[in-house]
């Protein structure tokens, strides 16, 4: 009897240990798509940044929240200050995080939180002063010319020690305090790391690495993914004879892109360390959040061996314990840089765009191209209106359709339009129908298309709901529907509902014919209008 009493104990004890794991925020792959999960659910992040000093300031954190609640986000992302968490050497002060987690809560929001740590924007301004005044003890990064820098250095194990603990204290307190609510849901680790002015450090340490042999572990991962490395790579290593042993110019040539690499795989080293000590202390998904290469720029011009896309191999390699990288994008270009990010393995989340009226149009297209994970405008708190803010009227409709969305990612089953003055028009294939999205100006009716008012951006989503049936989304773009079967039937428009949803229930509000359908021709959302629209097909000869 003992026996069987003592084995339903360890039952129950496994049972409920194990449910409370599953019902942890984690990752899970849907088709092609990684998702977050969280109560058990994929859980879409609308989301905004909060400046880099606003969650200091705890007195105007209401006013701060209350504009988030109204601009619809359900998810917002929150620095967490090393220098003010750790003030003093081993005492830690939790009082900013605990008012962000309980401001969230009483705004029913959930946290990604940001650990400004050992670097934000390749500098060390978060790092305590004990660290900073210390610089023997924590060393910096050297220029080529011999400088050291404001940025600690990745190849001191004090360096990697301080932040470790000071990360795991983090995470223990969150542990802590939120297990049970889990208003965070994912950590940042660290904030846009990246070497510069140089493409590397050119510390002791870092030179004598740079002349000793590429570790084992990123040959091993060279030489059995050879068939799917990124091109880039492929080539330097090819160019040098597919060597699989000797010192960084060995293997990849001498010039800046191999010190990229070096400094990748040496932050990504580093990083490991951190990512995998936290998410022992208590386990929530982790990324990397990048400041991009773009303009032209050269390694060392730009952060240098960041979470870049064209760094992916390498940080996967060294970093197993982040989950994928992101990318801050402030840059034009943005289709291309959601491309560059959402590839095998590594979902799209948005974890920085600049703040701009735009986002109000590129927040569908991540969403229903890309299979977004998440959206986060930067310094999300300087909405002046929220309830007249144009991402407001997005979030507005795309948190009605969440599930929806949610449902679709990753089996083929949506796809996004974006559009400006050049990108006006695009055809993509969704079931069994091909789709044109057309920036509505590019209509000759409205004035607007002629008298050579600028063309906002526009975008919208469409999700097929089954084999006739779809939902458009967005702002100021039409859709024609044409059979992409080889069958000889033309398709035509059965009906067009504006909808809204209402506790996931579609509710018809207004049929959309005549005109607003162009009779017949087209599913049309103006520009300036934000809406929902339900359209069913059938096919004739
Ligand atoms: C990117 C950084 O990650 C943010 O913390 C912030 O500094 C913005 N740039 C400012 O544009």
Redesign the pocket.
């Known amino acids: 009897m003992k026996k069987v009493i003592a084995i339903l104990l360890l039952y129950v004890i496994f049972a409920v240990g194990a449910q409370g794991q599953s019902q942890q925020p984690r990752l899970a792959k849907q088709g092609t798509a990684t998702q977050l999960i969280v109560d058990g659910k994929p859980f879409l992040m609308l989301g905004g ?1 909060l ?2 000093s606003t969650a200091s300031a705890l007195t105007d954190l209401d006013t701060v929240f209350s504009t988030l609640q109204q601009t619809g986000l359900n998810t917002v992302l929150v ?1 967490a200050y090393w220098e003010l968490i750790e003030p003093t050497e081993e005492k830690f002060d939790f009082t900013y995080i605990d008012a962000a987690i309980n401001k969230a809560r009483a705004y029913d929001l959930k946290i990604v939180m ?1 650990w ?1 740590g050992v670097w ?2 390749s500098m060390s301004c978060y790092a305590p002063l004990w660290v900073k005044e210390n610089y023997k003890k924590y060393p910096r990064t050297v220029t080529k010319a011999g400088q050291p820098q404001e940025i600690l250095t990745a190849f001191s194990s004090n360096n990697l020690e301080a932040d470790k603990h000071a990360f795991v204290a983090l995470m223990q307190h969150i542990g802590k305090i939120d297990a049970a609510e889990q208003t965070v849901i994912m950590m940042q680790v660290e ?2 790391i990246g070497m510069i002015p140089d493409a590397r450090d050119y510390c002791k340490e870092a030179d004598k690495l740079f002349n000793s042999a590429v570790p084992k572990a990123f040959i091993d991962y060279l030489t059995s993914h050879k068939s799917t490395l990124q091109k880039s790579l492929l080539e330097r290593w090819a160019a040098n004879g597919f060597r699989t042993n000797g010192s960084w110019i060995d293997i990849f040539g001498e010039g800046l892109e191999t010190d990229e690499l070096f400094t990748a795989w040496n932050y990504g080293v580093f990083v490991e360390e951190i990512a995998k000590a936290g998410k022992k202390a208590y386990s929530l998904p982790l990324y990397l ?1 990048a ?1 991009l290469n773009s303009r032209n720029r050269k390694p060392g011009e730009y952060p240098s061996g960041g979470a870049l896309a064209h760094l992916l191999d390498v940080w996967r390699t060294a970093a197993p314990s982040v989950d994928f990288i992101a990318p ?1 994008i ?1 840059d034009t270009g943005f289709a291309e840089w959601c491309a560059q990010y959402h590839t095998a393995g590594n979902p799209l989340f948005i974890p ?1 765009i ?1 703040f701009s009226d735009t986002n109000a149009a590129k927040v569908f297209y991540a969403f229903g191209e890309h299979d977004a994970m998440g959206f986060s405008p ?2 999300i708190e300087d909405i002046n209106n929220p309830q007249e803010y144009p991402l407001t009227k997005s979030y507005r409709i795309l948190r009605q359709i969440l599930p929806l969305l949610a449902a679709a990612q990753g089996k083929g089953n949506s796809c996004g339009f974006w559009f400006d003055a050049t990108n006006k028009e695009r055809t993509v294939t969704l079931g069994n129908y091909r789709l044109t999205g057309r920036h509505v100006y590019s209509y000759g009716w409205t004035s607007q298309s002629t008298d050579g008012s600028p063309f906002p951006e526009v975008g919208a989503l469409v999700i097929k709901l089954s084999d006739n049936e779809f939902l458009v989304a967005g702002t100021g773009v039409a859709v024609t529907f044409a059979n992409a079967l080889d069958n000889g039937m033309v398709t035509g428009i059965a009906s067009i509902d504006k909808v809204l949803f209402e506790d996931g229930k579609m509710i018809p509000k207004c049929r959309m014919n005549g005109d607003q359908s162009h009779q017949g021709r087209h599913l049309r959302i103006e520009v300036g209008d934000w809406n929902i629209q339900h359209i069913k097909l059938y096919n004739y000869k």
């Open positions: 940044e400046g880099n620095p940001l400004f934000k924007n904030n846009e959040n400041a801050d402030y920085e600049r930067f310094s």
